[in-house]
């Protein structure tokens, strides 16, 4: 579907009721304005709708508020969950006053970044294929007061309830700690969960390919769908995001894409495929390093010398480094190998040279894809253009070796915003990323870092609290 015309077709032919507005903002949250079908009308798609820009976290101040969503013909879903028919459009955000793409909406940064591709001559399209991991819980609890904090996360498959009465029953059958990879049931209780979310997928047009239990006991699971492009895939992260949230509320479960949720067991990565294509040719591909190309070990050394910066983006909670420690097969280590899943960055085993690419394998699920795709593609086209070389590739296991000698990955977010407050250039090439948008997602981010280096924890009450 590439046109309005398209669109109006599709409304009439499928009795659509109503037409959702959707777009993102800094953090990755979408929001949503919904009309009834009947008002759509050809300046959705031209002109644009009004809106209040101050209500969104990093943008506009209220002084200078209105801004406008315009709606992309080319991406939609017809809403799977909603009682009355409605199909849901993909915007982007521009000025009121020029009509431009606004600097700081993520999904026109992702559609510069992929115009700074294709004038860098270098390749026309860049694919990115994130796995997305992800928890499912029975029951989630959780208190913040300026006198009490707790959460409480429960799951029948979680290890902490092999000696507890449950209503349902309990027969025994739970998986223990990193117990869970690739478990049949009755281990495994969310097959068919897994199953439906793939079925709507399918239904919304994104291509599923597999689905699994994975490694950590509660209900840790991954989706597996096909990659796409910079853009489009960003727009299938947030439709696999809502689609995973509301599947899982149909079961009476809760979904949640933490990092890190349960402690002491392995956390959830969003590790991100990537290649660049030319004239339908892989770029990637060559006779350097297990059947890669200079230009991808450039790429490569690209990710490596930005990854502290990246990380700003890529891993963006506080909670994202409660995942990047040592222990839990968290790829902290910033090296690169053949089948290496202990360095930060994989190189797959594959069967042709079409499907020749890299893994990064430390961002998670709380980054905003626009903005992650966009950054380590720009990291990664700057290791091409300055030849920028990762060094040896590691063949072995990293964990072992305490004297590795090896950079790691940001030890907290506030290290990794300092990172990128002073390695900031590299985004700004051919307009991708300016300084405005930076300094404002970090201010945005810091906010987060002092709420919670500003509250009392539990943790510190059992270490402290009696001395």
């Given at each position: 579907?590439?046109?309005p015309?398209?669109?109006?077709?599709l409304?009439?032919?499928?009795?659509?009721?109503f037409?959702?507005?959707?777009?993102?903002?800094f953090?990755g949250?979408?929001?949503?304005?919904?009309?009834p079908?009947?008002?759509?009308s050809?300046?959705?798609?031209?002109?644009?709708?009004?809106f209040?820009?101050?209500?969104i976290?990093g943008?506009?101040p209220?002084n200078?508020?209105?801004m406008?969503f315009?709606?992309?013909?080319?991406?939609?879903?017809i809403?799977?969950f909603?009682?009355?028919?409605?199909?849901?459009?993909?915007c982007?955000?521009?000025?009121?006053?020029?009509?431009?793409?606004?600097?700081?909406?993520p999904?026109s940064?992702?559609?510069?970044a992929?115009q700074?591709?294709?004038?860098?001559?270098?390749?026309?399209?860049?694919y990115?294929?994130?796995?997305?991991?992800?928890?499912?819980?029975?029951?989630?609890l959780?208190?913040?007061?300026?006198?009490?904090?707790?959460?409480?996360?429960?799951?029948?498959?979680?290890?902490?309830n092999?000696?507890?009465?449950?209503e349902?029953?309990?027969t025994?059958?739970?998986?223990?700690?990193?117990?869970?990879?690739?478990a049949?049931?009755p281990?495994?209780r969310?097959?068919?969960?897994?199953?439906?979310?793939?079925?709507?997928?399918?239904?919304?047009?994104?291509e599923?390919?597999?689905?699994?239990?994975?490694?950590a006991t509660?209900?840790?699971?991954?989706?597996?769908?096909k990659?796409?492009t910079?853009?489009?895939?960003a727009?299938?992260v947030?439709?696999f995001?809502y689609?995973?949230?509301?599947?899982?509320d149909?079961?009476?479960?809760?979904?949640?894409?933490m990092?890190?949720p349960?402690?002491?067991d392995?956390?959830?990565g969003m590790?991100?495929?990537q290649?660049?294509?030319?004239?339908?040719?892989?770029?990637?591909?060559?006779?350097?390093y297990?059947?890669?190309?200079?230009?991808?070990?450039?790429?490569?050394?690209?990710?490596?010398?930005?990854?502290?910066?990246?990380?700003a983006?890529?891993?963006?909670?506080t909670?994202?480094?409660?995942?990047?420690?040592p222990?839990f097969?968290?790829p902290?280590?910033?090296?690169?190998g053949?089948h290496?899943?202990?360095?930060s960055?994989?190189?797959?085993?594959?069967?042709s040279?079409?499907?020749?690419?890299?893994?990064?394998?430390f961002p998670?699920?709380?980054?905003?894809p626009?903005?992650?795709?966009?950054?380590?593609l720009?990291?990664?086209?700057?290791?091409?253009k300055?030849?920028?070389?990762?060094?040896?590739?590691?063949?072995?296991?990293?964990?072992?070796?305490?004297?590795?000698g090896?950079?790691?990955?940001?030890?907290?977010?506030?290290?990794?915003?300092?990172?990128?407050?002073n390695d900031?250039?590299?985004?700004?090439?051919?307009?991708?990323?300016?300084?405005?948008?930076?300094?404002?997602?970090i201010?945005l981010?810091?906010?987060?870092?002092?709420?919670?280096?500003?509250?009392?924890h539990?943790?510190e009450?059992?270490?402290?609290?009696?001395r």
């Open positions: 579907m590439t046109s015309k398209e669109v109006f077709k409304i009439e032919n499928e009795g659509i009721e037409v959702g507005f959707r777009f993102t903002d953090d949250q979408t929001h949503q304005l919904t009309i079908a009947r008002d759509l050809e300046e959705a798609f031209t002109k644009g709708t009004n209040d820009g101050s209500s976290p943008w506009r209220i200078r508020s209105d406008m315009r709606a992309d013909a080319s991406s939609y879903f809403d799977p909603t009682a009355h028919s409605t199909v849901v459009i993909f982007d955000i521009v000025d009121p006053d020029s009509g431009e793409p606004y600097n700081k909406d999904r940064i992702a559609m510069r992929e700074y591709l294709t004038d860098s001559g270098i390749g026309d399209t860049a990115f294929g994130p796995e997305l991991e992800f928890f499912i819980f029975d029951n989630v959780y208190k913040n007061n300026h006198h009490e904090s707790m959460y409480h996360i429960d799951a029948s498959n979680g290890t902490w092999t000696g507890n009465k449950l349902e029953g309990n025994g059958h739970v998986p223990g700690i990193k117990g869970s990879y690739f049949t049931a281990l495994d969310l097959h068919d969960v897994r199953s439906e979310i793939c079925k709507v997928l399918d239904r919304c047009g994104i599923s390919q597999l689905h699994h239990a994975e490694v509660g209900g840790q699971c991954e989706v597996g769908a990659f796409n910079a853009k489009v895939k727009d299938e947030q439709m995001k689609i995973v949230h509301n599947v899982c149909m079961y009476g479960k809760t979904a949640t894409f990092p890190k349960i402690a002491g392995n956390g959830s590790h991100v495929h290649s660049i294509w030319k004239k339908k040719t892989n770029v990637f591909a060559g006779d350097a297990d059947g890669l190309s200079e230009d991808a070990l450039y790429y490569i050394g690209g990710i490596i010398k930005h990854a502290k910066a990246l990380n983006f890529t891993n963006p909670s909670n994202s480094y409660k995942r990047l420690i222990g097969e968290a902290v280590i910033l090296a690169y053949r290496n899943r202990s360095a960055i994989r190189i797959p085993a594959v069967n040279s079409a499907a020749k690419r890299i893994e990064t394998r998670d699920c709380m980054a905003n626009y903005l992650a795709f966009s950054a380590m720009m990291a990664g086209l700057d290791g091409i300055n030849k920028i070389h990762p060094g040896d590739a590691q063949v072995e296991d990293l964990y072992e070796e305490s004297d590795h090896l950079p790691e990955v940001c030890g907290t977010l506030e290290e990794a915003l300092n990172a990128l407050d900031r250039d590299f985004l700004k090439e051919g307009g991708v990323f300016d300084d405005k948008t930076i300094d404002s997602y201010e981010k810091r906010q987060e870092v002092m709420r919670l280096n500003h509250a009392p539990p943790v009450f059992e270490m402290y609290y009696g």
